[in-house]
């Protein structure tokens, strides 16, 4: 479910989404902001999506705005987020100046209004101009902000700066409660993946195994699997590394210098990026049997869920063997599996 307001050129647009089931209650909206209360089990909340007004002339309207927002908050648990187009202090800059005046505006607002940042965690910058240095910018101009009934409720919420990869601005996400860290799972079982058809290498594979097996049919599968892994690594598990190598790789030319190497480095990596996106997306698409998605969604959390739906299905609780008895129970059913013998011909 969700609502959206249309962008103004290359400028603006703003989208609130929410999960089936969560209640959300619709306040106003603008071109340059989305109001809603949020019920959760700690209680009602209120959230705004701020998008502040690009140009310096105009950028009072965004403190007037805020202000009204403000006024029209009771005593509700507040929290702002979004766009602002306007930093706080020159520490929040690199490159360029910024008038003094410009960030006492800011200041001023958010005192008036009584709210304070959320502590982010992430790189310092959420735009980077794309620029060659000496004329590369970047700022903190996205942030998250709350008043002290909102912190009260969420007292270990953090902001999260994400790492910026097609655009210019960085992603912010707030964790409202932090989860412990969890420990990683083991082993996973072995799949043949639908995205190695055609790579080369994956039949020659599988013709070694099936030629060097026993003629027992699950013994020659594992075998077979054998092979694969050895020759593919571990399915999902190796693209999800090298997006995260990548990833990490990304991460540091972004922090980095802006020197013309850098920058074209970077443009391949966001393109190596994406093709591991697709191939992600074509394995979940592969387990979850959803093949009517759209080409380019990128939504591989649906998939997760419609996995974990077909993983209950698949479960086999009974067989019959050749003589007609059944068979029920994992032991029973997988020595029945494993007698089976196709005709040959």
């Given at each position: 479910?969700?609502?959206?307001?249309?962008?103004?050129?290359?400028?603006?647009?703003?989208?609130?989404?929410?999960?089936?089931?969560?209640?959300?209650?619709?306040?106003?909206?603008?071109?340059?902001?989305?109001?809603?209360?949020?019920?959760?089990?700690?209680?009602?909340?209120?959230?705004?999506?701020?998008?502040?007004?690009?140009?310096?002339?105009?950028?009072?309207?965004?403190?007037?705005?805020?202000?009204?927002?403000?006024?029209?908050?009771?005593?509700?648990?507040?929290?702002?987020?979004?766009?602002?187009?306007?930093?706080?202090?020159?520490?929040?800059?690199?490159?360029?100046?910024?008038?003094?005046?410009?960030?006492?505006?800011?200041?001023?607002?958010?005192?008036?209004c009584g709210i304070r940042d959320v502590a982010f965690e992430g790189?310092?910058?959420?735009?980077?101009?794309?620029?060659?240095?000496?004329?590369?910018?970047?700022?903190?101009?996205?942030?998250?902000?709350?008043?002290?009934?909102?912190?009260?409720?969420?007292?270990?919420?953090?902001?999260?700066?994400?790492?910026?990869?097609?655009?210019?601005?960085?992603?912010?996400k707030v964790i409202l409660q932090p989860r412990p860290d969890r420990d990683v799972r083991g082993g996973k079982v072995f799949r043949f993946e639908q995205i190695w058809v055609g790579e080369e290498g994956c039949e020659e594979a599988i013709r070694k195994a099936w030629a060097s097996g026993t003629g027992d049919l699950p013994d020659t599968l594992t075998d077979c699997a054998k092979e694969l892994v050895e020759w593919k690594g571990i399915g999902i598990g190796k693209i999800v590394r090298d997006i995260h190598s990548k990833r990490r790789r990304l991460k540091c030319l972004n922090e980095g210098g802006r020197s013309a190497r850098a920058i074209n480095e970077r443009k391949q990596i966001v393109k190596d990026i994406a093709s591991l996106l697709k191939q992600e997306e074509i394995f979940w698409r592969q387990r979850s049997r959803a093949l009517w998605l759209k080409e380019g969604d990128k939504n591989t959390k649906y998939f997760h869920q419609k996995e974990g739906q077909r993983k209950k299905k698949n479960h086999i609780a009974k067989l019959i063997d050749d003589d007609g008895r059944e068979h029920n129970g994992t032991v029973a059913v997988a020595a029945v599996a494993k007698e089976y013998r196709p005709e040959r011909r």
């Amino acid at each position: 479910m969700g609502m959206e307001v249309d962008s103004m050129g290359r400028s603006g647009g703003l989208a609130f989404l929410w999960k089936k089931g969560v209640m959300c209650t619709f306040r106003s909206v603008s071109v340059h902001h989305m109001d809603f209360v949020v019920a959760v089990d700690e209680g009602e909340w209120r959230v705004t999506g701020f998008y502040g007004w690009p140009v310096v002339s105009d950028r009072h309207l965004s403190w007037e705005l805020l202000r009204e927002l403000r006024v029209s908050n009771g005593d509700f648990p507040w929290m702002c987020i979004g766009d602002f187009n306007e930093i706080l202090f020159a520490t929040e800059m690199k490159g360029g100046n910024r008038p003094q005046w410009q960030m006492n505006n800011f200041r001023e607002a958010i005192d008036d209004c009584g709210i304070r940042d959320v502590a982010f965690e992430g790189y310092d910058f959420t735009y980077d101009n794309g620029q060659e240095e000496p004329d590369n910018r970047q700022s903190r101009i996205e942030r998250a902000m709350g008043n002290e009934r909102w912190f009260d409720m969420f007292p270990r919420a953090r902001l999260i700066h994400m790492d910026r990869e097609w655009s210019d601005h960085s992603h912010i996400k707030v964790i409202l409660q932090p989860r412990p860290d969890r420990d990683v799972r083991g082993g996973k079982v072995f799949r043949f993946e639908q995205i190695w058809v055609g790579e080369e290498g994956c039949e020659e594979a599988i013709r070694k195994a099936w030629a060097s097996g026993t003629g027992d049919l699950p013994d020659t599968l594992t075998d077979c699997a054998k092979e694969l892994v050895e020759w593919k690594g571990i399915g999902i598990g190796k693209i999800v590394r090298d997006i995260h190598s990548k990833r990490r790789r990304l991460k540091c030319l972004n922090e980095g210098g802006r020197s013309a190497r850098a920058i074209n480095e970077r443009k391949q990596i966001v393109k190596d990026i994406a093709s591991l996106l697709k191939q992600e997306e074509i394995f979940w698409r592969q387990r979850s049997r959803a093949l009517w998605l759209k080409e380019g969604d990128k939504n591989t959390k649906y998939f997760h869920q419609k996995e974990g739906q077909r993983k209950k299905k698949n479960h086999i609780a009974k067989l019959i063997d050749d003589d007609g008895r059944e068979h029920n129970g994992t032991v029973a059913v997988a020595a029945v599996a494993k007698e089976y013998r196709p005709e040959r011909r």
